[in-house]
């Protein structure tokens, strides 16, 4: 494994996740929020920063891109369709591009939902997910420009990675999602058990995320829908919670 993802919690329930490429030291900061918070642990870790990789426009997402850019100059990575509505991108992508991380790549998949120009990255040197705010632990994000279908079909388009796959996510929700997802599998020993789990580690102040691919598989009831309508119905139901 040659690529690590850490999280660096910002604002209130956001994470912006550290990515270093062991092989050769390049480094990456995903969705930083605020610069402050990513500064202080590259500082402690002693290390400067080579990318930044967006997943979407919404402040809690590129809030800390100006202070990064002025303090480290890193190269900037985000969606081409949302160029208008992002910081100004070195490196504007679409859905399969490989973008050169040190020794490893990024592969760019379009999931629009959450906003129509939502990407997420794919890392298959250290088998890293990092879906931004289209997929939580037990959740997925709110539709705020895409349809139910948009998202459910994105959400699918994670299906081909492996179950060991690390979801690093935009936000650590884990604890009101596992209340919903309750409701919807009452039943499923899986998700009961993951429930008790996010509980104790919330009570000692640790972060849910990363959780592996194979976890959600059988916990999360956006991934579980068999179908958009379904889909859309736990989706709707999340809403009025
Ligand atoms: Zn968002
Ligand atoms: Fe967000």
Redesign the pocket.
């Known amino acids: 494994m040659t690529v690590t993802a850490q999280a660096i919690p910002m604002l209130s329930d956001n994470y912006a996740w550290l990515l270093i490429d062991s092989a050769t030291g390049k480094t990456g900061i995903v969705d930083p929020a605020e610069a402050a918070p990513a500064i202080a642990v590259l500082e402690r870790l002693g290390l400067g920063l080579d990318f930044i990789f967006l997943t979407?426009h919404?402040d809690?997402?590129i809030g800390g891109v100006a202070g990064l850019v002025d303090m480290y100059h890193p190269t900037i990575v985000g969606n081409q369709a949302d160029a208008h509505r992002l910081p100004p991108l070195d490196i504007p992508v679409h859905e399969g591009s490989l973008v050169e991380f040190g020794n490893a790549r990024l592969r760019v998949i379009e999931t629009p939902g959450?906003?129509l120009g939502h990407i997420s990255y794919y890392i298959a040197d250290g088998n890293i997910l990092l879906p931004?705010?289209t997929l939580f632990s037990l959740g997925c994000?709110r539709l705020f420009e895409g349809s139910a279908e948009q998202m459910f079909n994105s959400i699918a388009k994670y299906g081909d990675l492996p179950d060991e796959t690390q979801v690093c996510a935009?936000h650590e929700y884990t604890s009101s999602n596992a209340r919903f997802a309750l409701t919807v599998e009452p039943q499923n020993e899986a998700l009961r058990r993951r429930a008790v789990q996010v509980q104790v580690m919330r009570g000692q102040g640790l972060p849910t995320l990363p959780v592996s691919l194979g976890l959600e598989r059988a916990t999360n009831p956006f991934i579980r829908a068999r179908d958009a309508q379904s889909f859309a119905r736990i989706r709707t139901a999340k809403d009025n919670a």
């Open positions: 979407h919404h809690d997402h959450h906003t931004g705010d994000g935009g």
